[in-house]
């Protein structure tokens, strides 16, 4: 049936592209809309600038002025040679001649600073507000006509911080925390309390860093990110109730640039970025080659990353209607799998009825690390290639068509991967002990085919104007990897003794070999509706009718091969109203419901999957916008309820199980732009409560023994801070001596984090198994959860830059300070152990551009 019902569905979606194609190829010379950027000589954005398209001894036949972005649009434009004049004061006026023969989205104009005789105030370059977002409604639309929060780093931002990764922009937003899903292998993080498990997003098309890829992303290639809060499976199918991440990669523009940087760190970190952006036949075909080259050591014991990453990308007009833009990567690269520091536990009795004790990282030096240097050694190769089309039917009607290949593989050499079994021993003990357990693999490789096909319809009728859009999307994921359990020799955390044989023999607890193959087939249809009504008010409504098929053909140790499956087909509505009483103000609400993931495969007894997720999120907001829209603020409180909630089983952390219900409900505030036209600022605040608020596997949450599991009923959610913050500030003069100078700095933090894991006290050293099975023998463990616990954590960090511009030329030299006080502090936890931030860290970088 699920095979009969996807070939209606591709039949549908060919008998609609051969019923549009004649429309696409018909000769007819619509208007089309004009879109670009004006930045100055720096390439900061210039705000307020005027942009005037005319025809000789015509007057003007469009105006438009480019909002906090440095951003201007014109919608509709005739075909024809036209001249086109930018103003803007402080500036010299910038006149080109400009043939439309197609729609232009990317123009890039720069403008040369005026005579140093006049007397002028220079607009300085922004980019940390945003006023319109794509993301969470796949159309461009301004931030204060969408019921929705939604906030956008820009470039600017990432500049100035000298961001190295994700995590460290997402520091930015409110109601985002990182994670520690995957040893620091993957962008793990949460937003508004609910982990993200490294799900990720690229120009609207899913990567799952998780099970996908070993490679974070690398910013390098990064043009802006946008983070939606709140459940989008309306437009995005699977995913988590919290929100999503999407990084808006660097295009091709009509400019001709060439930039080189280098960047230097403590550890023997090198850097090298270059970015090549070069018009091939005119505005018609555009191409732009982006190079990363990263050799880096870290501040723990063993740590590295190297990696060599290529972006090359073309914009082609192909015809008068149809345009094409192609984006692929090739990343090669290696990192070392991190567990962090482990915990220790204290020998204490019985708390309460569940926490039967209290622990934290081990005082140990932040570097150290308890793996073998011989082990946990990532290499990978991956590469996509995503063709993305534009077709222009007619006015305000466009059908558009995204394609992405991906494929990843691994180099296992050597194949072991070890981690932290357990606490290092309790105070008091001579050795420290510290088990470990670990897994060999000889391969792994993964493979995703992903289409979105969609039509955005903009008209009006009875007054009310209508911004729709229909959509079909379809994924499919396969991989494969094998493995067999090892267990390396217990290590003193005070002297520790490295690269000692493994046992892989039966001997081992973990000992077998094994092999997985698993993936999803999914597809959905959607509808979504914006209205624009009288007085300032606008509605939201949307749908999508899922259908998924999850697969996983497993084979462990002394057990059949287990082939397991699970069909879903639910539908997600969503809907928002907003209300602008006045032109800086608006007031928003909304509903809107999430489909999950039908959870990992449960590898204890009978092989099955879990049973769906599912949320609902309730939210109110208020948006701002303030000094000609420079400067925006927004606030919001919502609550979120997701039903079906995986976790890791209390008594093995490597088994997933379902634990009911959970909740988070908080209250968000996120300022960004420019407050004069020297400082520009972005702050956020966040405060959350989440809780688990019905555990299936104990009905009665008096009873701490209930099902043989201990109840998570009533606890909080695994690594998530409640309190987040941070605020980032800059000062950039643009008249007198200090002219070219950049001054900022600013501040981030988080309050404490728990880790919620069964366990039973003793814990015996030299049998990692004892007091694991439950029930245990009262007179000799206690079992419960044990409550792993990482303080408060807070960052000082500064900057200063210089730059220089002749003509097209540009050198820029920029100092970063991170954690200025040096704070011992950690940025997650798992049950592995906790991560450490970032020691007192001077990193330079040097820029050249022309």
């Known amino acids: 049936m699920f095979v009969a019902r996807f ?50 001894g015509v007057a003007s036949v469009a105006t438009a002025t480019t909002g906090a972005e440095g951003r201007f649009a014109i919608p509709a434009v005739p075909f024809g040679t036209y001249t086109l004049t930018v103003e803007a004061t402080g500036f010299e006026v910038l006149n080109r001649q400009l043939t439309v023969s197609a729609a232009l989205q990317n123009l890039s104009l720069t403008l040369r600073v005026a ?15 945003a006023v319109s977002a794509e993301t969470g409604t796949k159309m461009d639309l301004p931030l204060m006509e969408t019921p929705m929060g939604i906030q956008v780093i820009g470039r600017q931002v990432l500049n100035d911080q000298q961001t190295v990764n994700l995590i460290d922009a997402l520091v930015n937003v409110s109601g985002v925390t990182p994670t520690n899903d995957s040893f620091g292998t993957s962008d793990s993080f949460s937003v508004r309390g609910f982990d993200g498990a490294a799900l990720l997003y690229q120009d609207g098309a899913r990567m799952d860093e998780y099970s996908d890829s070993g490679i974070p992303q690398d910013m390098a290639n990064v043009e802006s990110v946008e983070v939606v809060k709140g459940p989008e499976s309306v437009l995005f199918g699977q995913g988590e109730p919290g929100g999503l991440v999407n990084v808006i990669t660097k295009k091709p523009r009509t400019d001709r640039f060439d930039s080189f940087s280098q960047q230097l760190g403590p550890h023997r970190f090198y850097r090298s970025v270059s970015d090549s952006n070069l018009p091939l036949i005119g505005d018609k075909l555009l191409g732009r080659l982006v190079l990363d080259w990263t050799d880096a050591h870290s501040f723990r014991n063993f740590g590295f990353t190297r990696e060599l990453n290529a972006y090359p990308s073309l914009a082609w007009n192909l015809s008068q209607r149809v345009e094409l833009v192609l984006r692929t990567s090739n990343e090669r690269g290696g990192l070392l799998l991190d567990p962090g520091i482990p915990f220790q536990s204290p020998q204490t009795g019985v708390l309460n009825q569940r926490i039967i004790a209290i622990t934290g990282p081990a005082k140990v030096p932040i570097s150290s690390n308890f793996i073998d240097y011989s082990t946990n050694n990532g290499s990978g190769w991956q590469y996509d290639i995503r063709p993305e089309m534009k077709i222009h039917l007619s006015e305000g009607t466009d059908l558009r068509i995204q394609y992405k290949h991906f494929y990843t593989t691994a180099n296992p050499n050597p194949p072991t991967t070890e981690t932290y079994f357990g606490d290092a021993s309790v105070p008091g003990t001579p050795d420290g002990s510290l088990n470990r357990f670990g897994f060999t693999e000889t391969y792994f490789h993964h493979r995703t085919n992903q289409v979105t096909s969609d039509v955005p319809v903009r008209f009006k009728f009875a007054g009310v104007e209508n911004k729709m859009l229909l959509g079909f999307d379809f994924s499919k994921d396969y991989g494969a990897y094998d493995y067999n359990g090892g267990c390396p020799q217990t290590i003193n955390i005070y002297a520790p003794v490295y690269n000692q044989p493994i046992d892989y023999s039966s001997n081992c607890f973990l000992y ?11 597809y959905g249809a959607y509808f979504q509706d914006f209205l624009t009504f009288p007085h300032h008010l606008f509605a939201m409504a949307g749908v999508r009718q899922n259908w998924a098929l999850s697969f996983e053909n497993y084979f462990a140790p002394n057990a059949p091969a287990n082939n ?39 590898t204890v007894g ?23 829209k420079k400067l925006t603020a927004s606030a919001a409180v919502y609550r979120i309820i997701k039903h079906n909630v995986p976790a890791p089983d209390p008594k093995n952390p490597l088994v997933t199980i379902a634990i009911g219900t959970a909740r988070t409900e908080g209250v968000e505030l996120d300022v960004a732009g420019q407050i004069t036209p020297d400082l520009r600022v972005i702050a956020s605040y966040s405060n959350l409560q989440d809780l688990v608020t019905s555990d299936t596997n104990c009905n009665d949450p008096n009873n701490s023994n209930c099902s043989g599991i201990p109840s998570q009923q009533g606890l909080p959610f695994d690594g998530i801070a409640h309190v987040t913050g941070s605020l980032w500030a800059t000062w950039q003069p643009h008249q007198g001596a200090l002219r070219g100078l950049t001054v900022g700095g600013g501040l981030n933090g988080h309050s404490a ?47 200063a830059a210089w730059r220089h511009t002749w003509g097209r030329k540009q050198i820029s030299a920029q100092l970063n300070i991170r954690n200025l006080l040096n704070n011992y502090s950690f940025s997650s936890l798992g049950y592995e152990g906790a991560l450490p931030n970032t020691p007192f860290q001077i990193m330079p970088q040097l820029e050249f551009k022309f």
């Open 753 to 799: 984090e728990h880790y919620f894991q069964f366990t039973s006290l003793p814990v015996f050293t030299n049998n990692p198994t004892a007091c694991q099975a439950y029930p245990a023998d009262p007179t000799q463990c206690t079992s419960g959860f044990e409550d792993d616990r990482v303080p408060n954590a807070s960052q000082v960090n500064l900057m």
């Open 7 to 56: 070939r209606s569905a591709a039949l549908l979606a060919v008998s609609i592209l051969l019923f549009l194609f004649p429309l696409v190829v018909k000769a007819q010379q619509a208007p089309v809309p004009i879109r670009g950027t004006v930045q100055d000589p720096t390439g900061g954005l210039v705000i307020g600038a005027r942009v005037r398209l005319q025809k000789p």
């Open 606 to 628: 009978a092989q099955k999957f879990l049973p769906p997720q599912s949320a609902d999120q309730v939210e109110f907001g208020v948006k701002s916008e303030w000094l000609g």
């Open 564 to 602: 397991t499956a699970v069909h879903d087909r639910p539908a997600n509505p969503r809907a928002g109203l907003l209300w602008q009483p006045i032109e800086k103000i608006s007031l928003y609400s909304n509903y809107s419901s999430n489909y999950g993931d039908s959870g990992p495969l449960v």
């Open 512 to 522: 077998g070999y094994g092999w997985n193959t698993l993936g999803y087939l999914a």
């Open 115 to 129: 005579s140093v005789q006049q007397t002028v105030t220079v607009s300085a370059p922004t980019g940390y507000a």
